[in-house]
Nanobody, 122 residues
Framework: VQLQASGGGFVQAGGSLRLSCAAS????????VAWFSQAPGKEREFVAW????????YLLDNVKGRFTISRDNAKNTVYLEMNSLRPEDTAVYYC????????????????WGQGTQVTVSS
């Protein structure tokens, strides 16, 4: 499966963005999809995952209540709604997919999008 992340941009603190991860080339509804972030000079870290059918989600504690992950399998797309953004959310955001796993580790995901830059100014 191929993934294409989009929707990043430049916003002021407190603002909102919606990231999209569009998939092609596979049966999208079979895949767990996750978002990861990578700030300059730091390792890539987990943000959120959503199960194949969208019924289960898991988000990192510091984004709970601010970010929402959702999916539309009819459109082969996963979304990350980001509200109340903070300067420390600044990073490149990547979506990733894997079959039959629900995990926070980067090495458990087989397919990756190219990343989209999110910059939050103070």
């Amino acid at each position: 499966v191929q993934l294409q992340a989009s929707g990043g941009g430049f916003v002021q603190a407190g603002g909102s963005l919606r990231l999209s991860c569009a998939a092609s080339g596979g049966t999208f509804s079979r895949y767990t999809v996750a978002w990861f972030s990578q700030a300059p000079g730091k390792e890539r870290e987990f943000v959120a995952w959503i199960s194949e059918n969208g019924r289960n989600t898991y988000l990192l504690d510091n984004v709970k209540g601010r970010f929402t992950i959702s999916r539309d399998n009819a459109k082969n797309t996963v979304y990350l709604e980001m509200n109340s953004l903070r300067p420390e959310d600044t990073a490149v955001y990547y979506c990733a997919a894997a079959l039959l796993i629900r995990n926070v580790r980067t090495d458990k995901y087989d397919y990756w999008g190219q990343g989209t830059q999110v910059t939050v100014s103070s």
